[in-house]
Nanobody, 122 residues
Framework: QVPLVESGGGLVQAGGSLRLSCAASGRSFSTYNMGWFRRAPGKEREFVATISRTAGSTYYADSVKGRFTITRDNVKNTLYLQMNNLKPEDTAVYYC???????????????WGQGSQVTVSS
């Protein structure tokens, strides 16, 4: 088990920035590839970004590329998502997820957090 707890969501105006954090319990955080997903009201959950165990590889959805940055700190057991130039269409519940194997943009992650609400006003 890898309990994951997101934080850092909130209300921001369009063009603003937020940084989400995902804290993982236990000593195995560095053995997991990590990802961010989001679910907007009335829509399916969608992939946002992923990062490999050692942060050597990252991959982003086209909709966030150039605006969002995924990073991790394996000493602090924490995953981050820096979100800049936010748009109203970024409004969603954001989830972090952990995968033993590389899952990329698929939903084949082993553990999920409970989500953090991000609301972008126009």
């Amino acid at each position: 088990q890898v309990p994951l707890v997101e934080s850092g969501g909130g209300l921001v105006q369009a063009g603003g920035s937020l940084r989400l954090s995902c804290a993982a319990s236990g000593r195995s955080f560095s053995t997991y590839n990590m990802g961010w997903f989001r679910r907007a009201p009335g829509k399916e959950r969608e992939f946002v970004a992923t990062i490999s165990r050692t942060a050597g590889s990252t991959y982003y959805a086209d909709s966030v590329k150039g605006r969002f940055t995924i990073t991790r700190d394996n000493v602090k057991n924490t995953l981050y998502l820096q979100m800049n130039n936010l748009k109203p269409e970024d409004t969603a519940v954001y989830y972090c997820a952990a995968a033993r194997l590389w899952a990329g943009s698929s939903s084949n992650y082993d553990y999920w957090g409970q989500g953090s609400q991000v609301t972008v006003s126009s």
